[in-house]
């Protein structure tokens, strides 16, 4: 495989974290505190806990990715001050669970100058409330599973409506999610590094595919390539075997892959927190049947358009409609539908979305802009004739169209089955 696979970030993958802070101050509509929270592991079992992932805002403003930390931005007229307040190296907690950040590291990761230790951020919030020199206070307050144990974000909005009752909470969560929907450079440079990563376990998926093995093993060469390459999953892996593949989010991988079936593969790599998304159907024998190819076709031929309309100022809502009418004219052309209309029945999720720090990243959906990075994925699924295709890739939208990020990974029928049999050819 000649593709780069990068194991650490590169000088491309740099992300200013400075100027995500200076938009954020520009979009804030007046002066205020914002302050968010790096997060905490969640309880797994017992003493067990959850592998942390940061507060992907807190990442975005900072750079810094250890829990137990909080930022506290401010903007008054034309001041902005930005303060770090990170957990003090304790050398018995390092004897554990490893070496931690350092003020100077944190220093020079964020480029924040002022870093003081976590039991201070609280005391420095109550000056700067007093001061009156801030009218609001901004929090991230998105939270969608309300069953959880509530963040920090907002344990600290209860305490603030208890002592400062005078002063407004704020949400930042929808000002991020706007900057958000733009990438960097750097953060593209991230995306291409997870689409080389997925490509690689791809690979590896379509050489040891064949009658008898089953989702599981195959989800161990596709895991074990990107952990063995310095990635990790995006996501938890759908690898999908015949009729199993129309479950949208099938992640049980329990059954043993049959003659004559399709394979769906949604499964992906992260890369320095940023994801790509990738879908691949193929045959388990490595030749589709005329009937899965013509569905295969069709799917192909739906990306195709939807790709080919994508550019600034196309509305997104648009490329869903466009993809029903092409996938229903295209299946009743195959004679399974008598009316193009009930492509629901075969049709029935989102073609595209933003793509990012989180696999459905945040942000409206307006128009597309330059900068944009998203998915485009129409998918048939057949329950009763025991398959379903789905095709999805990454793009960046750019002054006049698109470039597909993930055109390095094969997607056409014959493309699938002629890189199935250069893998297997010489597997590993
Ligand atoms: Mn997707």
Known sequence: MSDSLPADLTAEMTLDFESHRQRLWEALPGDGIVILFSGRPLLRTADEEYRYAPNH????????????QVVVLTRRGSERTARLFIEPVDPHAEAWTGRMMTAEQAQSLSNIGEVETVDR????VNRLIESGHYPDVYLDLE?????GPPSDAIRFAHRLMEKHPGTPVANVFPILAELRRIKSAGEIARVRAAIAHTKAGLAAILAHTRPGVSEFQLN????????????GLAYPPIIATGANAAVLHYTTLRDTVQPGEVLLVDAAAEFSYYKADITRTFPADGTFTEAQRALHDLVGEA?????????PGVPHRELQNLTRRVLGRGMKALGYLRDESEIGQYYFHGVSHYLGLDTHDVGEYRELEPGMVLTVEPGLYLKDHGLGVRIEDDVLITPDGVEVLSDTIPRDARAMEQWMAELQASPD
């Open 121 to 124: 951020w609280l005391p420095f």
């Open 303 to 311: 990306s195709h358009e939807v790709m080919a309309a994508m550019r």
């Open 143 to 147: 939270h969608r599973e309300w069953a």
């Open 57 to 68: 805002n807190y990442y975005y403003l900072t750079g810094l990715d250890r829990e137990n």
């Open 220 to 231: 161990g060469h596709f895991t074990g390539t990107l952990i063995g390459g310095g990635a």
